[in-house]
């Protein structure tokens, strides 16, 4: 098994600014252009991450939920993660939006993507750290495949996912249709992105990025909205 730990910066403390956040941008132009087709097999990338082991039993992918409701909450259970979720678009750059710098405990959902838990691939990213802290994402890179992820949707419906790939892109071969299409189609799928490798201090930013794949496998309950 590779090494599961934490993918840190070699300065703690610097926040996820410019090229990650530009690379992220790229991903989702060429997502736009019609680079969502079915993906068989894992994403191809930097083995720094787990990936997907081989032989691992997965369950069977639930249905995709009706409705375009927006997500409220994301929890990881295995990081102990539980944070609220705020709507991003685009800059004036054209670049994704993280979340701001002033709450670093946010998961930031690209609203003109997929809903969490609808048909689609759905797309969350949050920061790594901040100058004083680890953020909400601090230890993405550790999910287990086969580990689960609940989004809490604004219809009281918890859209439960099972993680199938984990990977550290570096920017050099970042692959945006790997990254943002789905696996699989008709299935609903999530991604979770932050910034990982190590940290730049030339170009003030991180050299990669953690991508964490899950697809829907479950609506436990009903939650309130």
């Keep these: 098994m590779p090494d599961r730990e ?16 530009t690379v ?25 991450a787990a990936g997907r082991p081989p032989h691992l039993s997965l369950p ?12 409220r909450r994301l929890d990881i259970p295995e990081l102990g993660v539980s944070a609220p979720v705020t709507g991003r678009g685009l800059d004036a750059k054209g670049a994704l939006e993280p979340p701001p710098f002033a709450r670093p405990d946010t998961v930031g959902w690209w609203t003109s993507g997929a809903t969490p838990g609808a048909a689609g691939t759905a797309l969350m990213v949050g920061h790594v750290d901040t ?5 909400v994402f601090y230890r993405l890179s550790t999910v287990e495949p086969g580990g689960t992820i609940r989004v809490l949707r604004a219809d009281g419906r918890t859209a439960e996912f099972t993680v199938d790939d984990v990977r550290v892109l570096t920017r050099a071969d970042f ?51």
């Design 60 to 71: 069977p992918a639930h249905a995709p939920l009706d409705g375009d409701a927006a997500p």
């Design 175 to 225: 692959d945006a249709r790997q990254a943002y299409g789905q696996h699989r189609s008709g299935r609903a799928e999530l991604r979770l992105i932050t910034c990982g490798g190590t940290y730049d201090r030339v170009s003030d930013s991180y050299t990669a990025n953690v991508v964490v794949s899950a697809y829907l496998t479950g609506t436990p309950g009903r939650d309130h909205a």
């Design 24 to 48: 992220l941008f790229l991903g989702l132009w060429l997502w736009g252009r019609g680079t969502t087709d079915g993906i068989s097999g894992p994403a191809t990338g930097d083995m720094t």
């Design 6 to 21: 934490p993918q840190r910066s070699a300065a703690p403390g610097r926040l996820v600014t410019g090229i990650a956040w």
């Design 131 to 135: 100058d004083t802290r680890p953020a």
